[in-house]
Nanobody, 115 residues
Framework: QVQLVESGGALVQAGGSLRLSCAASGSIFSTNPMGWYRQAPGKERELVATINRGGPIVHADSVKGRFTISRDNAKNTVYLEMNSLKPEDTAVYYC?????????WGKGTLVTVSS
């Protein structure tokens, strides 16, 4: 069983920065992909970024150059550094983990960017 707990969401002004964290408990390995999705009001959930050891780090085109995903395998924690935030980045951000084909999700953390 894997549990994911996100933190770091907040209200921030446009142009500001935030760092989201996702702590995983249970059997997660460095080769299991982890990452972030987000869901804005009235929209479908979309991939933000994903990372796993030995594989590519992927960032959605909409966040390239502004967001950076990283991972501390010793702490089983994945981070999302978000800079130059825009109002359109407002969403609930969900952490996920793919453990050998089984997906696990956190409950989400709300990021609100005011203009």
């Amino acid at each position: 069983q894997v549990q994911l707990v996100e933190s770091g969401g907040a209200l921030v002004q446009a142009g500001g920065s935030l760092r989201l964290s996702c702590a995983a408990s249970g059997s997660i390995f460095s080769t299991n992909p982890m990452g972030w999705y987000r869901q804005a009001p009235g929209k479908e959930r979309e991939l933000v970024a994903t990372i796993n050891r030995g594989g590519p780090i992927v960032h959605a085109d909409s966040v390239k150059g502004r967001f950076t995903i990283s991972r501390d395998n010793a702490k089983n924690t994945v981070y999302l550094e978000m800079n130059s935030l825009k109002p359109e980045d407002t969403a609930v951000y969900y952490c996920y983990a793919d453990r050998f084909g089984m997906d696990y999700w956190g409950k989400g953390t709300l990021v609100t960017v005011s203009s």
